[in-house]
T-cell receptor
Framework: EDQVTQSPEALRLQEGESSSLNCSYT??????LFWYRQDPGKGPEFLFT???AGEEKEKERLKATLTKKESFLHITAPKPEDSATYLC?????????????FGTGTRLKVLA | NAGVTQTPKFRVLKTGQSMTLLCAQD?????MYWYRQDPGMGLRLIHY???????AKGEVPDGYNVSRLKKQNFLLGLESAAPSQTSVYFC??????????FGEGSRLTVL
């Protein structure tokens, strides 16, 4: 069964304390892996797409990486405004292009 | 550029009442989706559409109906609301590939 698991469920960091969020997946073929940021009371906002193992994408303090079984979202020197829930979604290659499987997210809190 | 707009943003219903959530996108996207988001669960697909005049069932379609009469609009209907349908509903759209663009959400409470 296709599955996406994110860890940890919640993470508290001090401002400037770097860390990584994990998204592990089990799918029979990967069409794409997506990272989103969701602020309280808002819809998910797209961050990155990764398509193949070894690929990396960067945006400001965020860097996403991909292996054959998992993806990491590295946060370098985070600031309080990085506090949000980060969602991972996988698009299986064996399903139609409509299908995405979402993880339950990691709630990140960055303390000043 | 508004992107994906959902109305209403908040609604309280009594059990058995009906309502419709409206999603409008101005990006000329082919695909549109309705998801629900509940605490401790990932976004779950209710219904989706791959083009004007088409709809299909997702993972949790029971108790919901949809229509896509115009390319830019996707309506989600609840014919007889139940407390289990208390949730936050998100509409999303995309071109034929790539990432989803989400609306701000509609928070529904069924008493």
């Amino acid at each position: 069964e296709d599955q996406v698991t994110q860890s940890p469920e919640a993470l508290r960091l001090q401002e400037g304390e770097s860390s990584s969020l994990n998204c592990s997946y089990t799918v029979s073929g990967l069409r794409g892996l997506f990272w989103y940021r969701q602020d309280p009371g808002k819809g998910p906002e797209f961050l990155f797409t990764l398509y193949s193992a070894g690929e990396e994408k960067e945006k400001e303090r965020l860097k996403a990486t991909l292996t054959k079984k998992e993806s990491f979202l590295h946060i370098t020197a985070p600031k309080p405004e990085d506090s949000a829930t980060y969602l991972c979604a996988v698009q299986p290659a064996t399903s139609g292009t409509y299908k995405y499987i979402f993880g339950t997210g990691t709630r990140l809190k960055v303390l000043a | 550029n508004a992107g994906v707009t959902q109305t209403p943003k908040f609604r309280v219903l009594k059990t058995g009442q009906s309502m419709t959530l409206l999603c409008a996108q101005d990006m000329n996207h082919e695909y549109m989706y309705w998801y629900r988001q509940d605490p401790g669960m990932g976004l779950r697909l209710i219904h989706y559409s791959v083009g004007e005049g088409t709809t299909a069932k997702g993972e949790v379609p029971d108790g919901y109906n949809v229509s896509r009469l115009k390319k830019q609009n996707f309506l989600l209907g609840l014919e007889s609301a139940a407390p289990s349908q208390t949730s936050v509903y998100f509409c999303a759209s995309k071109i034929t590939s790539g990432e989803l663009f989400f609306g701000e959400g509609s928070r529904l409470t069924v008493l």
